[in-house]
């Protein structure tokens, strides 16, 4: 089973940032938080994971509260084309990767 | 570099019949994936190699599922006979052992069954 708890869906004006919640509140020490999202038609595309600390890249921040039972991914500005399903994992200790039934982000114009 | 290769990309077949999807990993990726994915739901985990060896296929249904890898590089995933319920997408995907865990997903292989 997932470990992970996502709203089924949210929305998101373009330009606008969107804030995607996840909770994890039984992960554990040595776990690792991912992020994936999937556009309708194509396989999941890795977006960001962390540990503990806040990371950035170019898609994306992934904030990871101090307790770690819960994390917020971050599109700074989102796009039409970032119109997808996000999957929050996560990877237990045999590197399997578990996904849910993530959030439905719909992005609009 | 060329992404996850799966084939074909659409299969429809009547139940009973067999099938099977070939991945071709990106190269250099001794890790593979096969995860099947029913409409609305995440994509689930059917079996992982490592090399050839899978090292995890506690997930797949043998009884009408089988996969290999022989040489350690593309895979076949063979369904036979296919039932109704079979009807799904079947993902590949590849990762480098060891690595940040990332994964790379080819576009699927979506199965209908009459």
């Known amino acids: 089973d997932a470990k992970t708890t996502q709203p089924t869906s949210m929305d998101c004006a373009e330009g606008r940032a969107a804030n995607l919640p996840c909770n994890h509140s039984?992960?554990?020490?040595?776990?690792?938080v991912y992020w994936y999202r999937q556009i309708h038609s194509q396989g999941p595309q890795y977006i960001i994971h962390g540990l503990k600390n806040n990371e950035t890249n170019e898609m994306a921040s992934l904030i990871i509260t101090e307790d770690r039972k819960s994390s917020t991914l971050i599109l700074p500005h989102a796009t039409l084309r970032d119109t997808a399903v996000y999957y929050c994992i996560v990877r237990d200790n045999t590197d399997k990767l578990i996904f849910g039934t993530g959030t439905r982000l719909q992005v609009f114009p | 570099e060329a992404g996850v290769v799966q084939s074909p990309r659409y299969k429809i077949i009547e139940k009973k019949q067999p099938v099977a999807f070939w991945c071709n990993p990106i190269?250099?990726?001794?890790?593979l994936y096969w995860y099947l994915q029913n409409l609305g739901q995440g994509p689930e985990l059917l079996i992982r190699y490592e090399n050839e060896e899978a090292v995890d296929d506690s997930q797949l249904p043998k009884d009408r599922f089988s996969a290999e890898r022989l040489k350690g590089v593309d895979s076949t995933l063979k369904i036979q006979p296919a039932e109704l319920g079979d009807s799904a997408v079947y993902l590949c995907?590849?990762?480098?052992?060891?690595?940040?865990?990332?994964?790379?997903f080819g576009e699927g292989s979506r199965l209908t069954v009459l």
């Open positions: 039984t992960i554990s020490g040595n776990e690792y």
């Open positions: 190269s250099g990726h001794n890790t």
């Open positions: 995907a590849s990762s480098v052992a060891g690595g940040t865990g990332e994964l790379f």
